[in-house]
Structure formats: C-alpha cells, structure tokens
C-alpha cells in the first residue's frame, strides 16, 4: 500500500463509514425487543451450524446480543456439530462492532459487563476446536472485523467495507487485535492499517489477504462457506483443533490471562472524558458528512 | 489459497500420498539390514558435504537412521565443513518423515528413543552454524517435509508433494512445527497448511514460498544447492551463525526447554488407542484407494 | 529471491557499497567540527519537522552525531510536533551507519558510550508517538538501513543500496534487528538477508517491501513524506501511538530491557581481536577492490 492508495482508503470511510456509525446511532433498532438477538440454523445433512446476528440494519453489538452470541457459541461446541457459518440477517452489514449508543454516557457495570461478554465470545470463536468460516454479508467494522478476523476464512461480498478503524475514534487497538491482525494479514500492511484504523474494499481486503473470497451474493457465500468447511470432513478433529489452538496460542493466551486487566482498562479507556469527547467528535464529523 | 484450491490439493493427497504411506508400510525395505543408513560424501574442492538417506523408496525415519543422522550431523560441525547439502538416495522420495511402523503398537521404550534422537535432529539441523540447504529429489511428507524446512533453503524436483500433514493422520502438529511453518511461508497459508494437513505440488510450494525453487533433475537440484551454499563464501561463519541462530531462537528455545515434555506428550499420544485407530484408519483409507 | 537474484546482489555490494565505506573511513569530514551535526527544520504550516544528519559525504554516525540525535528526537516529542521526516545533506547517502573509525582500535569508554547512545536513539525512534517516515536520499547501510527501518514509512530514490550487512563485516546481527526486520519484510527474506548481509539496489527493497516508495528526487521524496504523514492528521494522537507501540512491543521491550547487557555485548564484541582482524579485512578488500 503506498500513500495514494492509503489516503482514498481514508477518503471512502470518511464518506460511507461514518454514515454507518451514524445511522446505528440514530436510528431505533425495531429488532430488538421482541426477536432472538441471534439466529442458529443447523444443516442436519452437513453438520454445520449457520450463526446470525440478528439486528438489523447495522448487526452492532450490545449487551444482551453478545451474551446471547456467547451461549450460541457454547451451543455449537457442545453439539458437536461440524462447523459454524457466521453471518448476519442484515441486508448490508456483517457487523459494525460495538454499538457506540452503549459507549457514550455508559453505565460502569453495563459497560464492564459488555467488554466481558465481548472477550467472552472472542475468546470462544477465536480457540474453538470446531472449524469456523466468516460469510461477509456487508460491511464489518471495529469489533464487527476482529469477529470475521476470528473466524478460520473469510468470504465477503462486493462493494463492502472491512477494517478495524478503532484508532480513528480515538481507541487505540489492543495488543491481541495486534497479533489477530499479524495471524492473518502481513507485518507490513499490519502496522500501517492499525495506527491508521483503515477501513477497507473487499477488493482491497482481498488484495492484502484481510479476506480469503470475494462471493457473489449472500447465498453465494453461504455455498462457498460450507465448501470451506467441507474441506475438514476427513480430519480427525482433536488433532485439527490442537493445531489451531497451537497456532492462534498467543492470541488466546494474551486474551485469557489478560482478561480482567483489559476489561478494567476498557471501562477506563471509554468513561475518560477526552474519550467521550473524541467519540463526539467522530459522530459530530459524521453528520456534518451527510 | 481459496478453498477450491484447497481442495484440489487434499484430492491429489487422497490419491497419491495415501498410496506412499502405505508402500512404505506393507513394503519390505532391503537397504535397511546390510548398508548406511545415511550415506555422507564431502567434496574437498569446495568443503561441502552432502548428506543422503539412504533407505529407498521411502526415505522414512526409523530410529536406527535417526540415531545415524544426528552423528552425521555432529561430524559436518565438528569437521567444520562449509555447509551442508540434504538429500536421499531413493529415486523418488526425499522422505516420508516418521516410518509408519514405529507408530503402530509401538514398544515405549524404542518409542521414546525415536521421538528423542528425532527432536536432537531437528535441534541440531535448525541451530548449525553452517549454511544447510535441502535438495527435495522427491516426495517430502511428514517429518520429512520438516526436515527440510529446517535447512535455510529448499529446492525442489518437478511433479512431487510436499506437506506437514499430521492432522490427516490425527496427530496434532507441535507449537514448534507451528513457529517453524511462519518462519518460511505467510501467517494464512500456515495456518491453512496445518490445520489441513495440506500436502502441496512441486508448484504450489514455489507459489507460497515452502520451496525457493524448482530443479530439472537431481543433478540441477544438487548444482543449484552448491550455488546456495557458495553465497555465504565470504560471510564470516560465526556472525552468520549466530544471526541465524537469532532469526531462528523461539523455535530452538521451544525444542530445546520442552524436550522431554514433548517426548513424554508424543509417547502418550501414540499409545492412546484412539491415536492407533487414526493410524489405521489412515492406512485402512490409504488401501480402499489403491 | 532465488540464488541468482542473491548472488547479484552481492556482487553490487562488493562493487559499491565496499567501496561507500572505505571512503567513510579514509576521507576527512570536513562538517564534523564547526557545523551541527543534526539539523532540524519545522514546516509551520503542517506542523512536520525534517530531522537531517548532516554530516556529508557518509552521513555516518560518531558519538557525537548519535547523542545529537537523541536531542533532536527529544525535541520533537516534547513540542508536540504533528510528524518527523527524517533524511540526510549528503548527495547520495541517507546513512553508512556507524562510523568504521569509531570501532577500528576503539578506546572503551567511547565505545560504550557511543553504543548507549545509538540504542537510545533506535528506543526513543521505535517508538516515538508521532508518526515517522525515512527519506532516503541514497545509500542506507548497517545501522543506516536499521534507522530508516525504524521509521513507519519509506520513501528512496533510484539507483541507491539499502540493507542490514554487518554480518559481512563479521558482526552478528543483534535478536532485536530481526524482529524490527519482521515488521517489515516477509521472515523467509529475513533470514536470507540478515545472514548473508545483503544489500539491496532501490528496485529490489521495494519489491521485498523493505521501502515503500521510490521518489525522483529528494524534493519529490520531501513531498511524498508530507503526503504520508498528513494521512494521519485527523487520527487521534495517543490512540494512533499506543497502537504503534503494540505493534512494536516486542522490538521495544528487547531493546529496553536489554539496553545494558547489548552495550556490554557489543564493546567485548568489537574489541575482540578476532572481530578487530574482521573489520580490517573488510576494509583491505575494499581497498583492493578499488
């Protein structure tokens, strides 16, 4: 990536980006009252278990959805089923990370609570013994790309936006997304798209490896997922699971043993009013844009 | 690697590498009674040695040609050669890695005396002081395959394969094998490789960077190998070594702390019954096929 | 990089970059006694400073440059200047690195203070939180190539040489030196060229990714960096920098915690007569190479 490339990166999430944090912000999000915050499908012919945040339009997490995305995760290790597909029922958007309506004013134990539950379910998806596939279906931005980038393979639609842009609200990224980032992407492209907090293309994504597949459509990436998935059928799965958990070890191991640390100086992080003041600044930024 | 690729490349294992271990398991093996199992030539023009397995067709590991190679390894130190060039003697196979036979109902003691004369080695090929470089006249599977990325270059016949693939056998590859992976090719491809088990094409293996090149036939292969190792005429050979030795020092450091819990770990592992079942449904796959 | 690519390589190296310092060593440098050795120039405008070792023609580093430098890298954190470009007055070289007159019979005293002084130099560098970029105006060699590395961007112009070749002149490259090079570059280039010293032309560092850019000239090089540090303009400061710092914990924490014990290393090193027999060589073999 040379600094041309890098700045109509930054130009593209200046324009369609921050509408996206913005309208979760804005808007009244019908879905959810009433419905599962997460939708499990299971495939009885294949085994595979297909996970969908369900909170349209923009998929972003709060509290009660990353409680209830940590039992579906449970779920689906204790099924033993084959492999978990993770997408979302939002026409447009994979996920767009945490919901900045939980960040801004924040309670101090809803919050501690939110980042439990969130390393919580990191720390499941990212060490399950079970092969795991992200299907893209739209954008994934901050917390929404660490979950793709927790997955074994990412398969995402065209014209969508992947990054972790933490660092443009002020929150710098923590040193496991650091080493997440280096597990999947080079060293090189690592450093620059973290202290930019570079949202990127698919084709883009594509292009640094952020992504594995670019898929038609949503169904597409479905079909793709459960190939991506079928590729283990034969592999004894202990054997596949310890593998995996010998190579993502320092990622688990920094997100277990550092759990309680991180959680406290996230509540820190978030509640310092310089904080609040720069996530402000970034919505204020983002509705001058639209 | 897209999964389609992927999947191509376990077929062609499913074909070809199946037969391999199985040949190497139901074959009786003439050159393992009278002759050296490890066949060194030093040519004094140059300081070079070349070091072979000589245990055609399969070129697999028993603990009588361990306990051999490592002397062999001791004697290119200790005799202070310029570098050292891997190869086998078998027309086919630059080694099958772990001979299958060690590993089915294995007796403890000869167990534990191969997966310790295997790690000394891996330490002592991963640590040299002097310049190493594989020529892969063939097949290289298993310990095999890691043999070779233990030298510090790897050039390769046209039309063979190439993998670690123990998790097809249902045994976890180790945190080391896992370090050692990263250190030649990308983060993706090794976690893909590995939790796959993915044995690669001559091809592949120059595309991800496994191998750094592609030789017509042995003799080019060998030719190239000098060409490698003649780079480092001028180097001072301890700056060299030790800088090495610092590229390389998670990998040595892990060898080195854990070896007898690793010893320990593999026999445990390969006595487990459900470990024997994998390896004879491996094998049992392996026949179906032929 | 295969064999052959290597091989030219080092053929350029001993053409030029020999030749580079033995010129260091034998010419009088003329700016080293009445001017400053670091000029600082702030672009009031932007907010950037330019930092230039002006010490022509080899702009390479004596006790003195160093502990200037480490006052200027000061200056730069503590008025809060938006980013850093470093470069050089020389014609045609960024940095030989360290002086070779400085290690050639060194008194000890000096020696360990001129070592203390680089490290502080690479720490307060490595990992400073304003954004960084190198423009190389020519040759960057030793620890001229590690300096450039430790900035965040690089942007060099044609037809110079660039790399890490102390082991050529017997020096083994220190542990921290190869993870700041597996920040950058792919860790199978690593390993090649941290042990054979190698030193790249222009094209070759962009396509290993150890640069960036190339730029015309020094003013199109002066531009391209203001270009790379203004993309961080509306990113959070402290968020932006404590990210970079993840990023480089590891560099970080080996080259502060090891401060003493490398300073100690490096004085018995050098003083070492065999290392003393290694310098002059290298230097005899320029000299006949000319």
């Given at each position: 990536?040379?600094?041309?490339?890098?700045?109509?990166?930054?130009?593209i999430?200046?324009?369609?980006?921050?509408?996206c944090f913005?309208?979760?912000?804005?808007?009244?999000?019908s879905?959810a009252?009433?419905?599962?915050l997460?939708l499990?499908?299971v495939?009885?012919k294949?085994?595979?278990?297909t996970v969908?945040?369900n909170?349209?339009?923009?998929?972003?997490?709060?509290?009660?959805?990353?409680?209830?995305?940590?039992?579906?995760?449970?779920?689906?290790?204790?099924?033993?089923?084959?492999?978990m597909?993770?997408?979302s029922?939002?026409?447009?958007v994979?996920s767009?990370?945490?919901?900045?309506?939980?960040?801004?004013?924040p309670?101090?134990?809803?919050?501690?609570?939110?980042?439990t539950?969130?390393i919580?379910?990191?720390?499941k998806?990212?060490?399950?013994?079970?092969p795991?596939?992200?299907?893209?279906?739209?954008?994934a931005?901050?917390?929404?790309c660490f979950?793709?980038?927790a997955?074994?393979?990412r398969?995402?639609?065209?014209?969508?936006?992947?990054g972790?842009?933490?660092?443009?609200?002020?929150?710098?990224?923590?040193e496991v997304?650091?080493?997440?980032t280096?597990n999947i992407?080079?060293?090189?492209?690592?450093?620059m798209?973290?202290t930019?907090?570079?949202?990127?293309?698919t084709?883009?994504?594509?292009?640094?490896?952020?992504?594995?597949?670019v898929?038609?459509?949503?169904?597409d990436?479905?079909?793709?997922s459960e190939?991506?998935?079928?590729?283990?059928?034969?592999?004894?799965?202990?054997?596949?699971?310890?593998?995996?958990?010998?190579?993502r070890?320092?990622?688990?191991?920094?997100?277990?043993n550092?759990?309680e640390?991180?959680?406290?100086?996230?509540?820190?992080?978030?509640?310092?009013?310089?904080?609040?003041?720069?996530?402000?600044a970034?919505?204020?930024?983002?509705?001058?844009?639209?």
């Amino acid at each position: 990536m040379n600094s041309t490339c890098l700045q109509k990166t930054t130009r593209i999430l200046n324009k369609n980006v921050f509408k996206c944090f913005l309208n979760s912000h804005i808007r009244n999000q019908s879905s959810a009252t009433n419905q599962s915050l997460i939708l499990t499908d299971v495939n009885d012919k294949t085994g595979f278990a297909t996970v969908a945040f369900n909170r349209p339009p923009m998929s972003n997490f709060t509290l009660e959805l990353l409680q209830d995305f940590s039992k579906s995760l449970d779920e689906v290790e204790s099924k033993n089923y084959k492999g978990m597909i993770l997408t979302s029922t939002s026409p447009t958007v994979f996920s767009a990370g945490l919901d900045l309506k939980e960040l801004l004013n924040p309670e101090p134990a809803r919050l501690k609570a939110l980042r439990t539950a969130y390393i919580d379910c990191c720390i499941k998806l990212y060490s399950s013994m079970y092969p795991t596939v992200a299907a893209i279906n739209g954008h994934a931005i901050g917390g929404g790309c660490f979950i793709a980038m927790a997955c074994e393979y990412r398969i995402m639609l065209p014209n969508s936006k992947i990054g972790l842009n933490e660092t443009q609200l002020g929150i710098a990224i923590p040193e496991v997304a650091v080493h997440a980032t280096r597990n999947i992407i080079s060293s090189r492209d690592a450093e620059m798209a973290l202290t930019l907090g570079s949202v990127f293309t698919t084709d883009e994504a594509l292009k640094i490896g952020l992504i594995d597949e670019v898929a038609e459509n949503k169904e597409d990436a479905l079909a793709k997922s459960e190939k991506f998935l079928s590729l283990f059928k034969k592999i004894p799965k202990r054997a596949r699971g310890i593998t995996k958990q010998f190579f993502r070890k320092k990622v688990i191991d920094l997100m277990t043993n550092n759990r309680e640390k991180d959680v406290e100086a996230f509540v820190s992080y978030v509640m310092n009013p310089a904080s609040q003041k720069s996530f402000q600044a970034f919505l204020d930024e983002a509705k001058n844009k639209k």
